[in-house]
Nanobody
């Protein structure tokens, strides 16, 4: 299973970005997809996840500003980020909990995409 993320970049404070991540490979079912981030000198932290049943989990710091969504037909998860702040600057990692065609379940990570919020 591979996760391909894109959409990072440089944006001014108050601006918006949209990240996307597509999963491909030996996928029987995607149980959850989402995003984590890691800022310089800090541990990786949850941003938002979305289960196949539609349940979401978001960090308090992004509630009301970030929206996570999925296109199940495309095995793709999106993160719409609005009202970005300098403290949102980080490498954003796509995450997926996947049941493979061999009916084993694993956690997978994308390669990371850099989001920089700066004037």
């Amino acid at each position: 299973v591979q996760l391909q993320a894109c959409g990072g970049g440089l944006v001014q404070p108050g601006g918006s970005l949209r990240l996307s991540c597509a999963a491909s490979g030996s996928i029987f079912r995607i149980n959850a997809m989402g995003w984590y981030r890691q800022a310089p000198g800090k541990q990786r932290e949850l941003v938002a996840t979305l289960t196949s049943g539609g349940s979401t989990n978001q960090a308090d710091s992004v509630k009301g500003r970030f929206t996570i969504s999925r296109d199940n037909a495309k095995n793709t998860v999106y993160l719409q980020m609005n009202s970005l702040k300098p403290e949102d600057t980080a490498v954003y990692y796509c995450y997926a909990r996947v049941t493979t065609n061999l009916l084993s379940t694993y956690d997978y990570w994308g390669q990371g995409t850099l989001v920089t919020v700066s004037s």
